[in-house]
């Protein structure tokens, strides 16, 4: 990756350390178990829908709970992280999805299965900005995008986890859909005892007046010398409250996020909702359509790859358009030729895998880069919230669109939602590449990075 020449700040310029790398790592469980919750959803979906005689509608609902529990959760874990601090609830929310996890067992009707993924849904919405806001604010500027970005590689990881659980578990026989949904409360064990002991965000800190916390925290990521003056520019900005994400500057960021978010996330939630069942209606059935669903989710894992490699080399602003515009040219192709040979089916659908990337990692780069800190949480919940409603109208949409219009019709409107945002991005999208968090944030930001970039 490429890197701008250093700022001058001590924490911009602060090596990557240990610390970072770890914090990175344990952020990236709330991703990993949204991606999981969502996916494994689809194959235990094979067995859920004869077992409690879901029809269509009811199979988008419950398809759907989690999207609309992100949503809820999303604004609520933004505002309470704002209020209350980030590392407080950084563990709260995922000992939330546990118990839910692990309620799921025992769910012997669609509105308890319902409500029990709608609320893990609220659990894992609230840790999305809890936990990119603290990654958001300890990283050096040159490792802010890679390393937000590279949460999204944790969704899909989760998600090809999920199908290869799930695949395993369907042997269990009628129950194995009920040990699938239940899984969910190992890996969330796991990332909660991980999570033990971080400290709180130093901005945050700084935000709220607590300076010589704020400073203590310095100290123990960055080394003795360290001091609150690190943060003095950051933090030396007219007072923001919630309520200015709606309003001036930063209302046209807040609406430009939220459209490229629904567009980035509406076609790919509802191909991991129901991906088995839509590679069925390509003709690929059975275990081939779960095996070929846990391989484009391989492809979806190479494509954030190479996006976080290019991030810095092209610019953010360059790497959502291209990536809408290539992905949406795949599913343009999928809707036009349906019964094209399986292997073009493959490949297509792996085109998108791959040349969607771009869009994912800046889901959690553009939203932290583009708000001050008094208020980055609740912008990247708002956000998250707002793109998830489109989310799950177009997961629940799924299975009625597949029956409405047939597979050929539902590709060709995911291509129409691609296209979207490659034009919203055309007129809207910034630039913040090289920029550190109280530039990228200001309401007239530089808009290029620091000359002569430098390989790191």
């Not at 012997?108 to 893990?120: Q, T």
């Not at 989710?297 to 991030?311: K, P, R, W």
Request: hydrophobic share 50%; proline share 5%; charged share 15%.
């Amino acid at each position: 990756m490429t890197a701008p020449t250093e700022t001058g700040n001590r924490l911009d310029d602060a090596p990557l350390s240990n610390f970072h790398k770890k914090l990175a790592l344990y952020s990236s469980g709330g991703p990993f178990l949204d991606g999981y919750v969502l996916s494994v959803i689809g194959v235990a979906m094979v067995q859920i829908a004869p077992q409690l005689e879901l029809s269509g509608s009811a199979q988008g609902l419950i398809g759907a709970s989690a999207l609309i529990g992100v949503f809820l959760g999303a604004f609520l874990g933004g505002w309470l992280t704002d209020r209350f601090g980030r590392q407080m609830l950084y563990t709260v929310d995922l000992i939330a999805i546990i118990g839910c996890s692990v309620a799921q067992f025992w769910a012997d009707d669609p509105v308890w299965l319902f409500v029990l993924r709608l609320l893990i849904g609220m659990a894992v919405g609230a840790d999305y900005p809890i936990a990119t806001s603290l990654l958001a604010e300890f990283t050096p500027s040159r490792y802010r995008g890679p390393l937000l970005g590279g949460l999204v590689v944790a969704w899909f990881v989760g998600a090809a986890v999920a199908y290869t659980v799930g695949e395993l578990l369907l042997a269990l026989g009628d129950d194995g859909w009920r040990w699938m949904l239940v899984s969910a409360a190992l890996p969330a064990t796991v990332i909660v005892l991980l999570r033990l002991g971080t400290p709180e965000s130093p901005r945050w800190l700084a935000s709220k007046g607590r300076t010589e916390e704020a400073e203590a925290v310095l100290k123990q990521v960055f080394g003795p010398e360290a001091t609150i003056a690190d943060l003095a520019e950051d933090e030396e900005r007219e007072n923001v409250d919630v309520k200015a994400i709606l309003r001036s500057g930063y209302g046209g960021r807040m609406l430009y996020i939220s459209v490229f978010w629904t567009c980035s996330v509406v076609p790919l939630f509802a191909i991991y909702a129901f991906g088995p069942t839509i590679l069925g209606a390509l003709n690929l059935q059975g275990s081939l359509a779960h095996i070929g669903s846990a391989l484009i989710t391989v492809m979806f894992l190479i494509g954030c790859t190479v996006a976080l490699l290019c991030v810095n080399r092209m610019g953010r602003r360059s790497l959502v358009i291209h990536s809408f515009v290539w992905s949406g040219l795949a599913l343009l192709v999928l809707g036009i030729f349906p019964d094209a040979p399986s292997a073009v089916i493959m490949v297509l659908f792996a085109l998108y895998a791959v040349m969607i990337g771009g869009t994912q990692i800046l889901q959690w780069i553009y939203p932290n880069e583009l708000f001050p800190t008094e208020v980055r949480g609740s912008a990247v919940g708002l956000a998250s919230s707002a793109s998830r409603v489109g989310a799950a109208v177009g997961t629940y949409l799924v299975p009625l669109a597949l029956t409405g219009w047939g597979i050929g019709g539902t590709m060709l409107a995911a291509s129409a939602i691609s296209f979207v945002g490659a034009l919203v991005s055309l007129f809207w999208a910034p630039e913040t590449r090289g920029l550190s968090l109280h530039e990228s944030a200001a309401l007239t930001p530089r808009t290029e990075p620091a000359p002569s970039p430098a390989k790191v």
